[in-house]
């Protein structure tokens, strides 16, 4: 059931008396990020403010997410439409390349309803009509993405419990449970002559950077994060997937090490066997017996 403010029902309440009365509202989506970063846009065309937040009116169009009300513990999965421009920026980056990139994985999504006095007035109050995360990014395009995104039930089917016996280790590179500092196995750089989208050349590529991470900080790249899947060192680093742009010589960026979550690994390339959260020596279901 949902809650409305004195105010909001006694506005719904004189248009119902009045059938030929208009009543304006507003759908506000707030996107939060892993981070913590929160994006509020609107579909009106002016900014709407409401319990302390400005949702903005210049930002990219976002479609769906419709309520639905039901009995039991039914994950409620529905589809939206994000369509931006490329001066919808997420991090420094185009929204869509954002979207590509991972910046939305697991960010909550809500869908408020923002009833106004009048057209571009004040709001009187709102209500959520769907709050959940973001599941998948199912396709991003020149000027869309579609998202599937999921009701927060969703959290039921994690796998629990969380840390489970495994060859390799369970932690994130760099997260709290790793341990290892970032900024200590990042290496600066410039794109080379004849990099291209998929492939940076890069004198200073070392074998630890494969699984590694590189972000631009200059050129038409700007802000963009990729996945490097490979290295010739000395020469090249090829990523996973190629850059929205090939960038050109003197572009500079910012490559970190990888990690493949193996004992050797942890201990040879960041000495940090103290954190390692693997079990290697715990034989596999085939053999334990």
């Known amino acids: 059931m949902k809650t409305a403010s004195t105010a909001l029902l006694a506005l719904i309440n004189a248009a119902r008396a009045a059938p030929d009365s208009t009543l304006a509202f507003a759908d506000c989506f707030t996107f939060t990020l892993s981070t913590g970063t929160a994006y509020r846009w609107t579909d009106v065309d ?5 319990n302390g937040a400005t949702f903005l009116a210049s930002g990219p169009l976002v479609q769906g997410l419709k309520y639905k009300a039901s009995v ?3 994950v409620d999965k529905q589809q939206i439409t994000v369509a931006a421009r490329p001066t919808d920026l997420v991090n420094g980056a185009p ?9 939305f994985d697991g960010a909550s999504v809500q869908r408020d309803r923002a009833f106004l006095t009048a057209p571009g007035g004040s709001v009187v109050g709102a209500v959520t009509l769907f709050k959940g995360r973001v599941s998948t990014v199912d396709q991003v395009g020149r000027t869309q993405a579609t998202l599937t995104i999921a009701s927060d039930l969703v959290v039921l089917d994690y796998d629990m419990p969380r840390n489970l016996f495994s060859p390799t280790c369970v932690h994130t590179l760099y997260d709290a449970g790793c341990g290892v500092p ?6 600066n750089g410039t794109a080379g002559a004849g990099s291209t989208a998929s492939a940076i050349a890069f004198p200073g590529a070392a074998a630890g950077h494969a699984q590694g991470a590189i972000v631009f900080s200059s050129g038409a790249n700007a802000n963009v994060r990729a996945t ?3 290295v010739a060192v000395g020469s090249a680093l090829t990523l ?10 003197g ?6 090490a990888g990690c493949d979550h193996t004992q050797n690994t942890c201990g040879a390339r960041f000495s940090n066997l103290a954190r390692f959260r693997g079990f290697p020596y715990v034989p596999p279901p085939q053999l334990a017996y």
């Open 46 to 50: 002016v900014a709407i403010v409401y």
């Open 72 to 74: 039991g513990l039914e």
């Open 95 to 103: 929204l869509l390349v954002a979207l590509r990139d991972g910046a």
């Open 182 to 187: 970032r900024g200590a196995y990042a290496a």
């Open 228 to 230: 490097v899947k490979s």
């Open 240 to 249: 996973i997937y190629p850059l929205p742009f090939a960038p050109a010589a």
């Open 251 to 256: 572009d500079a960026f910012t490559v970190y």
